[in-house]
């Protein structure tokens, strides 16, 4: 059975943030708003939308998908006006970790609620109380005791305005007689995590009747309160408490019944921080927003446990037919097949199986598939598969292909309209084709140059594909071009053109003469792409503007192009082509970076600069197209790992060693953190002079804080993080969590499964089988069961494994229950998320 150290929770989080409606218009001029929305779990923004400009019914449109890496309480979503000289938060959607899975994968209208500056609250404190009894020696006298009220530590709490500096405020409150009594420690500068260690004391009478010194009643004194309250101490804001003037803004309280204590017994417990109770909500419509979430926590046991499945899974690009497979069937029980793509492409991408997975689908799709016109045109599971494998591995690729063009495009904004109703007041249609035309062709020739460098996975999957259409449909011809433009073109670089956002190509939304060109030139480079696929060239009438564009992009030059890439990119891949090393941007973003310290009297401060990692080297500069300050070969990063907090008392630090000194680097928040050390690490990992050690903390004033040595070039401390070197820059894949995610899918179908497998053992026909999946949100084609013996056998498997899986889940959630400590500091009272389900 599975201990606790041996499972592991992995939280990920996909939000696609729609659009607003009926926002409140302002009062005075009673027009539309410039606003953006923005993500926070707790209090932290860990992503923010592109401004949309004066609109009470805003479209957003973009997606935020990352992995969570701290424990949180709430998920929030800000709709800010940007036309304020402050941060103005219109509304904001705040929800309960715990009530997630209520929303899980599916479009919903969250009504938008007024912001509360105390709601916004984060952290736990850990306190300790204990009660003295003070006996009086005189006649008819009572006893009377006293509390000790010890702040020991908090932890996490919220950043305000790039700053932390706490204090707490103990206050008793007597119901009866209504007196207060109110005392504060002292403030702990720039730390989320102030260890106070203050203890005061509070004298409370007992005027019970009661003088049996075993038995206290409980009136007065202690029908009172406890509250403790933490503030981060800044000049610029004061509130008042108990008519004393305490500088700051409020981050939480907690609240403690006198009555609920036991006073023979030392209370010693961590707790969640809370909002005020008397927080004031306004009833004011604020309008609402359309969000889909999709929440998941992954409990990833030791690797052993998941043999089983694991097995089954990768067995299904040798079973026969493939249709009754365990990957085939998890395709087709889930409503949407992108959340069964995913996992499955990385489980057998890790495992070697891609390319055998892929070919069985791919030649079991074709000899299914009637029209070849429309062959991998649909959402099947082989084409959702090669789908999330371009996104998994080719966006660097497609970031060094075509990114320099449209930047292009987006700063010199020409005017391309070609459609006579909706040019604009001297606007010349001749030579808007005449820009047009230049834009396409200029990506035409930075794509149709790329088939070397394109990703060697892709290649290998293109040829598989290719194969299994040429040998189908071997008397015709174009079948080669057609279904490798099926996914290259129409599934990749079209959709990039069309929004280069959602593939990372644009930091920002483009305006709409922008957008419009680039429609323009995604639907002329899918036209060039049908011309070079089609056996009879002939252009639609749908939109006859474009008919000349296309006329002229028929030329055997460039349709000759299009056809060599197309051949290139899914040939069987030999050595050659393996070996190509091309400059590809990996990761690229504005990070602040603590200054080297070059100068013997040089200042060391700290100053923001745009980063761009390739496979080559580190680079930052003062902005994105500004000449680089500062390059660092891929060879000098001899380590990539955290930085620990005391150093500069910031957060989401991280520090890039080199053989002279280190860099010091600030992220945003913690998700931006976790991704750039993760890629960070595997581009150093390719490094043979990698330490084994490092220095978790900076050396300042003239020593490492860490192992306290004042040897500048001291040799580190502590083991470094990542594992062995390895020979190149590899995509990082936990194989058992990805099993784990498939099991996750199996289980939550299981009903789908039990009723497929009724219905082989009823021996009904396919019609009858079709009605168990009525009503999915994705409509699947009829199923089919080419060999009934096999697959009840490969349900059978699964149902297995599922369920034996499943127990050790059962047991665990047992386990934890057992072993969990209310007020410890993993499960704090007054925690929201301690529930061990699984979402």
């Not at 932290?44 to 019914?57: A, F, M």
């Not at 460098?453 to 892709?458: G, Q, R």
């Not at 349709?559 to 990119?569: G, N, Q, S, Y």
Request: overall charge neutral; some cysteine; hydrophobic content about 35%.
């Amino acid at each position: 059975m599975a201990e606790l150290g041996d499972v592991r929770i992995e939280e990920s989080l996909k939000v696609k943030i729609g659009e607003a409606k009926n926002l409140p218009s302002h009062t005075v001029s009673n027009s539309g708003r410039s606003t953006f929305c923005s993500i926070k779990i707790d209090s932290e923004t860990i992503y923010k939308t592109s401004v949309v400009e004066k609109s009470l019914n805003p479209f957003y449109g973009e997606e935020f998908q990352g992995e969570i890496p701290k424990k949180f309480r709430f998920l929030s979503f800000m709709v800010h006006d940007n036309g304020s000289k402050t941060d103005k938060i219109i509304g904001k959607v705040t929800l309960k970790k715990d009530e997630l899975y209520r929303y899980h994968n599916k479009e919903h209208w969250f009504p938008l609620t007024p912001i509360d500056v105390d709601a916004q609250v984060q952290g736990k404190v850990h306190l300790e109380i204990r009660f003295d009894e003070i006996l009086n020696t005189e006649p008819e006298s009572f006893s009377s005791h006293r509390m000790a009220v010890r702040i020991l530590e908090c932890s996490d709490l919220t950043v305000i305005n790039g700053s932390c500096n706490p204090y707490a405020v103990v206050m008793v409150t007597h119901t009866k007689s209504k007196h207060k009594d109110v005392k504060r420690t002292n403030v702990k500068k720039k730390t989320i995590c102030p260890n106070f260690d203050e203890t005061f004391f509070f004298d409370l009478e007992n005027k019970g009747q009661n003088h049996d010194r075993n038995l206290y009643t409980f009136d007065d004194a202690f029908n009172g309160e406890l509250s403790i309250s933490v503030w981060h101490d800044d000049s610029k804001v004061s509130r008042e408490v108990l008519g004393n003037m305490f500088p700051g803004a409020f981050l939480g309280e907690v609240k403690i019944p006198l009555r609920d204590l036991d006073i023979q017994s030392v209370h010693k417990a961590w707790y969640c921080l809370q909002a005020r109770e008397n927080s004031k909500q306004s009833r004011l419509d604020l309008g609402s927003l359309r969000l889909k979430i999709s929440y998941t926590a992954d409990y990833v046991f030791l690797s052993h446990y998941y043999n089983d499945l694991r097995c089954l899974i990768l067995r299904s690009c040798d079973v026969r037919p493939i249709s009754a497979s365990a990957a085939y069937l998890l395709g087709e029980i889930v409503d949407n097949r992108a959340e069964a793509a995913q996992p499955l492409l990385k489980l057998t991408y890790h495992h070697g199986k891609l390319v055998l997975l892929v070919k069985a689908l791919a030649s079991w799709e074709v000899s299914k598939t009637v029209d070849p016109n429309t062959l991998f045109r649909g959402n099947s599971l082989v084409t959702k598969i090669i789908d999330e494998l371009m996104k998994f591995i080719g966006l660097p690729y497609l970031h060094s292909t075509i990114k320099i063009n449209i930047d292009d495009i987006c700063s010199e904004q020409k005017p391309c309209e070609i459609d006579p109703s909706r040019l604009k007041d001297g606007e010349n249609l001749s030579e808007n084709m005449e820009n047009l035309k230049s834009y396409v062709l200029k990506i035409i020739d930075s794509i149709t140059a790329s088939g070397l460098v394109c990703p060697t996975a892709m290649r290998e999957v293109f040829h598989a594909i290719k194969e299994s259409a040429v040998s189908q449909y071997s008397g015709m011809p174009t079948i080669r071009y057609l279904v490798v433009s099926s996914f290259i073109f129409l599934r990749f670089f079209a959709p990039a053109i069309l929004g280069p956002k959602l593939f990372e190509l644009r930091p920002d939304t483009q305006d709409s003469t922008v957008n419009r060109t680039l429609t323009l030139i995604s639907k002329s480079i899918q036209g060039l792409v049908n011309i070079v696929s089609a056996k009879n060239i002939s252009f639609g009438l749908k939109e006859e503007y474009m008919v000349p564009l296309f006329e002229s992009l028929s030329d055997p030059i460039h349709v000759d192009k299009v056809k060599m890439f197309l051949d290139i990119i899914s040939s069987s891949c030999g050595a050659h082509l393996r070996n190509i090393e091309a400059p590809i941007i990996l990761k690229e973003g504005t990070l602040i970076k603590r200054a080297q310290g070059r100068k013997k009297f040089g200042l060391k401060n700290f100053k923001k600069r745009y980063f761009c990692l390739s496979n080559q080297h580190l680079s930052y500069s003062k902005s994105k197209n500004e000449k680089p300050l500062c390059v660092i070969p891929i060879e000098d990063i001899l380590a990539v790992e955290s930085l620990q907090e005391e150093s500069f008392k910031m957060n989401y630090m991280f520090q890039v060693v080199q053989p002279q000194r280190a860099l010091y680097v600030q992220a945003h928040n913690c998700v931006e953190e976790k991704e750039w050390l993760d890629i960070l690490t595997k581009v150093c990992n390719t490094n043979k002079n990698r330490l084994r050690t490092y220095h978790p903390a900076a050396m300042v004033n003239g020593h490492w804080l860490c192992c306290k040595s004042v040897d500048i070039m001291a040799v580190g401390c502590t083991p470094v993080s990542g594992g062995l070197p390895v020979t190149e820059i590899k995509v990082n894949i936990d194989s058992d969590r990805e099993v784990e995610k498939i099991h996750s899918l199996f289980l939550t179908n299981m009903d789908k499964l039990d009723a497929y497998q009724d219905c082989m053992r009823n021996a009904t026909d396919a019609c009858g089988c079709q009605e168990v999946y009525s009503g999915d949100t994705e409509p699947h084609p009829m199923l089919v069961i080419d060999d009934t013996k096999i697959c009840f056998e490969t349900v059978t498997e699964i149902q297995k494994c599922v369920i034996s899986l499943e127990q050790e889940h059962k047991r665990y959630v047992k386990l934890v229950q057992r072993q969990t400590v209310i007020g410890s500091i993993d499960a704090p009272i007054g925690e929201d998320c301690n529930s061990t389900s699984r979402l």
